[in-house]
């Protein structure tokens, strides 16, 4: 585990028979799903930080089924082949990073995710796999060594630039995916009056863009609980009408899935 380093101290954290351990004894378990919390109580700003695990378990379920299996190829075939290192930030229940994972099997894969519930149901699904790794963590403090790794992947989740750029290696890259000005406008415009189109993310300090994709497709839901997955894992649709609610749990959802994908490499 030489890329994990103390949420503490800092220092390097090393394998023991409990889970991981720095020099000044600061000791984190590993979960009996086999992740490991990294992130101490006073970085965590509410009880339950993060996603809901309803909102989590929606995202499960309508992920598990396809709907976005477009944009996991297209990642998978992103990433550079040479990877040693990548983590996932704001991994959610870990449907991308288990993808990136699968492509790279002699690569060390990191998920990384505030929201417990989340990482737990990853970690879960994927006990049995060796070199991937997921931690309870905030991406805005990530517990990983300076210049560790090759690839940073941040999929509809925050970050902070300054953290980023500091455990990138020289030369590495980081993939963002951001909304695409059509995505999901059939629901944006029953919610909104002027719907405003998506704004591409900036290219984050210390970065150069270095290429740009865009997966576009149509989505169409015929299944009940399937929608009712959807909307409980987009949080702008919580703000529908009930009636408007109803209308697109009981007839077929149709609309559109764009996604950006930004490709930056760190100087
Ligand atoms: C929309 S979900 C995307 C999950 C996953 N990347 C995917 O595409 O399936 C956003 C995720 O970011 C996580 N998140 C929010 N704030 C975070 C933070 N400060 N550090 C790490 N993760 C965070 C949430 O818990 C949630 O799982
Ligand atoms: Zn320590």
């Not at 965590?44 to 996603?51: M, Q, Y």
């Not at 229940?93 to 990853?122: C, H, N, W």
């Not at 210049?147 to 455990?167: F, G, Q």
């Amino acid at each position: 585990m030489k890329d994990l380093r103390c949420p503490l101290c800092h220092r390097p954290l090393l394998q023991n028979i409990q889970g991981l351990a720095c020099v000044n004894r600061h000791q984190f378990d590993r979960a009996k799903e086999g992740y490991f919390n990294l992130l101490p109580v006073q970085n965590k700003h509410s009880l339950e930080p993060g996603d809901a695990k309803e909102q989590l378990q929606a995202r499960r379920q309508f992920l598990q089924a396809g709907f976005f299996e477009s944009l996991k190829l297209r990642l998978q075939e992103l990433v550079p082949a040479t990877t040693e290192t990548l983590v996932d930030i704001g991994c959610g229940e870990g449907y991308f990073t288990a993808g990136f994972s699968e492509v790279m099997p002699r690569a060390q894969v990191y998920g990384i995710d505030i929201a417990k519930a989340g990482v737990r149901l990853a970690a879960k699904t994927s006990k049995e796999r060796t070199g991937l790794t997921y931690c309870v963590a905030s991406s805005f403090d990530l517990p990983l060594a300076d210049d560790s790794m090759d690839v940073v992947t941040r999929i509809y989740a925050p970050s902070k630039d300054s953290e980023l750029y500091r455990v990138i290696k020289p030369g590495g890259k980081l993939v963002i995916v951001a909304p695409g000005e059509n995505h999901l406008l059939a629901l944006r415009s029953r919610i909104y009056k002027e719907v405003r189109p998506h704004s591409l993310p900036e290219t984050p300090a210390g970065f150069v863009r270095a290429e740009q994709h865009r997966v576009e497709e149509d989505l169409r839901v015929g299944e009940r609980d399937m929608r009712a997955s959807f909307l409980a894992m987009t949080p702008f649709a919580w703000k529908l009408a009930p009636e408007l609610r109803d209308s697109i749990l009981d007839g077929e959802l149709r609309d559109t899935l764009d996604f950006m994908i930004s490709v930056y490499s760190k100087n």
